[in-house]
């Protein structure tokens, strides 16, 4: 641990700023190399299918209204509370973020993510019970959010549950807030949503979106910097401190991690193209293994409701 909070001595930021734009530059060349935007066509075609077309428009709407739902909850709650690390001290410490300083956290991004997808594909839905065919650009940014929200609810569901949730059992008020509906939709819901469109549409993914995902990643880095230094004054984790020694290291396995998680589901995926049970049957293991609703030990004092605007704090 000592190693991993060591800050370099002049608190230097070039080095992460140049592994952030390296990376980033790599891989937006390499989208254009492969011709991902044609792709990207091809793959929102098939997350709209021309059959079950009412029920699926229904199911969209059902995980369009949850995800919305929690991004109000959350944004309506009055008793935030967050372990931060401090810009300034260079220390973790407890905030209580309110309103839009809820948005900070990855979560909370991944959340946004499933909500431009599933409204981008209700829209494609539409057009297609109404006997239309969705536009290119419609198709483009179905299959866009899609991608980026699938490596990224894994990542999430995955961290909350084997690192997240195993770590914060000394602080109670923490832990029993991992369990809230707000985030019960963050680290659980989207996930099992996203698994739901595999399942439903067997859509067809292709390797090369893991780009998306470093790109996401580096983006989030990007957003943490200023935010820190010019906005909240603080990081939502510790570790995407641009001034730690091996901050660069750090940015790296953010983004490939996201590409990692994208590239099991596209695994997956391409068993469910070739055995549908045997590869349905995986990624609902998959899926069930990184989900958890409820703690695994007893909290004491039960389980307390957030304040909104509606009750006060």
Same mark, same amino acid.
């Given at each position: 641990?000592?190693?991993?909070?060591?800050?370099?001595?002049?608190?230097?930021?070039?080095?992460?700023?140049?592994?952030?734009?390296?990376?980033?530059?790599?891989?937006?060349?390499?989208?254009?190399?492969?011709?991902?935007?044609?792709?990207? /066509?091809?793959? !929102?075609?098939?997350?709209?299918?021309?059959?079950?077309?009412? *029920?699926?428009?229904?199911?969209?709407?059902?995980?369009?209204?949850?995800?919305?739902?929690?991004?109000?909850?959350?944004?309506?709650?009055?008793?935030?509370?967050?372990?931060?690390?401090?810009?300034?001290?260079?220390?973790?410490?407890?905030?209580? *973020?309110?309103?839009?300083?809820?948005?900070?956290?990855?979560?909370?991004?991944?959340?946004?993510?499933?909500?431009?997808?599933?409204?981008?594909?209700?829209?494609?839905?539409?057009?297609?019970?109404?006997?239309?065919?969705?536009?290119?650009?419609?198709?483009?940014?179905?299959?866009?959010?899609?991608?980026?929200?699938?490596?990224?609810?894994?990542?999430?569901?995955?961290?909350?549950?084997?690192?997240?949730?195993?770590?914060?059992?000394?602080?109670?008020?923490?832990?029993?807030?991992?369990?809230?509906?707000?985030?019960?939709?963050?680290?659980?819901?989207?996930?099992?949503?996203?698994?739901?469109?595999?399942?439903?549409?067997?859509?067809?993914? /292709?390797?090369?979106?893991?780009?998306?995902?470093?790109?996401? !990643?580096?983006?989030?880095?990007?957003?943490?910097? *200023?935010?820190?230094?010019?906005? !909240?004054?603080?990081?939502?984790?510790?570790?995407?401190?641009?001034?730690?020694?091996?901050?660069?290291?750090?940015?790296?396995?953010?983004?490939?991690?996201?590409?990692?998680?994208?590239?099991?589901?596209?695994?997956?995926?391409?068993?469910?193209?070739?055995?549908?049970?045997?590869?349905?049957?995986?990624?609902?293991?998959?899926?069930?293994?990184?989900?958890?609703?409820? *703690?695994?030990?007893?909290?004491? !004092?039960?389980?307390?409701?957030?304040?909104?605007?509606?009750?006060?704090?």
């Amino acid at each position: 641990m000592e190693a991993f909070d060591q800050y370099h001595a002049n608190d230097d930021i070039i080095r992460s700023i140049t592994t952030l734009f390296v990376l980033g530059a790599l891989a937006l060349f390499l989208l254009f190399v492969f011709d991902i935007p044609s792709m990207l /066509e091809s793959t !929102g075609e098939s997350l709209t299918p021309d059959t079950w077309v009412l *029920p699926i428009l229904i199911w969209r709407l059902i995980c369009f209204c949850v995800c919305v739902s929690a991004l109000v909850y959350m944004l309506r709650m009055k008793n935030g509370y967050m372990v931060v690390r401090s810009h300034a001290q260079k220390l973790d410490e407890v905030v209580h *973020p309110v309103g839009i300083a809820n948005l900070v956290t990855f979560s909370s991004w991944t959340l946004v993510l499933s909500i431009f997808y599933f409204l981008f594909a209700m829209f494609a839905s539409v057009q297609m019970w109404r006997d239309s065919t969705p536009s290119t650009l419609l198709d483009v940014l179905v299959s866009g959010f899609f991608v980026v929200a699938l490596g990224a609810s894994f990542l999430t569901s995955t961290v909350v549950r084997f690192v997240i949730l195993p770590g914060n059992h000394e602080d109670e008020e923490h832990h029993r807030r991992q369990f809230w509906f707000h985030n019960q939709v963050m680290h659980n819901f989207c996930t099992l949503f996203l698994v739901a469109e595999i399942l439903f549409t067997t859509p067809q993914l /292709e390797f090369s979106y893991m780009l998306f995902g470093i790109l996401t !990643g580096l983006s989030y880095a990007l957003f943490a910097f *200023p935010f820190a230094m010019f906005g !909240g004054g603080y990081y939502v984790y510790s570790f995407i401190d641009p001034r730690l020694q091996q901050a660069p290291l750090f940015i790296s396995v953010l983004a490939f991690a996201i590409s990692f998680a994208y590239i099991g589901v596209w695994i997956v995926s391409a068993m469910i193209s070739l055995n549908y049970a045997l590869g349905a049957i995986v990624l609902m293991v998959w899926s069930s293994s990184i989900v958890q609703f409820a *703690p695994l030990i007893r909290i004491r !004092g039960g389980r307390s409701e957030p304040k909104t605007e509606a009750t006060g704090r």
